[in-house]
Nanobody, 119 residues
Framework: QVQLVESGGGLVQAGGPLRLSCAAS????????MGWYRQASGKQRELVAT???????NYADSVKCRFTISRDNAKNTVALQMNSLKPEDTAVYYC?????????????WGQGTQVTVSS
C-alpha cells in the first residue's frame, strides 16, 4: 500500500513564505511524476508544480517565479517552497504521484494540507 503524507501547511501573512513537504512510502518500485495540486473553496483542483518523468518541471503560470519545487529521489520526497504568498494562494494543497508498485502503475494523492494566506 502506498501513502503520501504532506506537512507544512498553515496560516501566513501575505508576502510571507511557507514550505510544504510530502513523503511517499510503501511498496514503491519507481516514481514517474510527483508534485502538488491545490483546490480553493468552490473551485476545481489545479496543478501547482510537478516533476514529470525525466525530471522536467511544470509550474502554473500564477506561481512561476514565486514557488519552487524540489525533490529527493532517494527518499521519495518532494517539497514546495512558496514565497511572496498572496491571498489567492489560499487553498488545500495536495501531494500527487504517479508511480509503479509491484502490481500496477497508478495515481496517488495525499490527504491535503490547508494553506491560508491572510491579507
Amino acid at each position: 500500500q502506498v501513502q503520501l503524507v504532506e506537512s507544512g501547511g498553515g496560516l501566513v501573512q501575505a508576502g510571507g513564505p511557507l514550505r510544504l513537504s510530502c513523503a511517499a512510502s510503501g511498496s514503491i518500485l519507481s516514481i514517474n511524476s510527483m508534485g502538488w495540486y491545490r483546490q480553493a473553496s468552490g473551485k476545481q483542483r489545479e496543478l501547482v508544480a510537478t516533476f514529470a518523468s525525466g525530471g522536467t518541471t511544470n509550474y502554473a503560470d500564477s506561481v512561476k517565479c514565486r514557488f519552487t519545487i524540489s525533490r529527493d529521489n532517494a527518499k521519495n520526497t518532494v517539497a514546495l517552497q512558496m514565497n511572496s504568498l498572496k491571498p489567492e494562494d489560499t487553498a488545500v494543497y495536495y501531494c500527487y504521484s504517479n508511480l509503479h508498485t509491484a502490481w500496477a502503475r497508478a495515481d496517488y494523492w495525499g490527504q491535503g494540507t490547508q494553506v491560508t494566506v491572510s491579507s
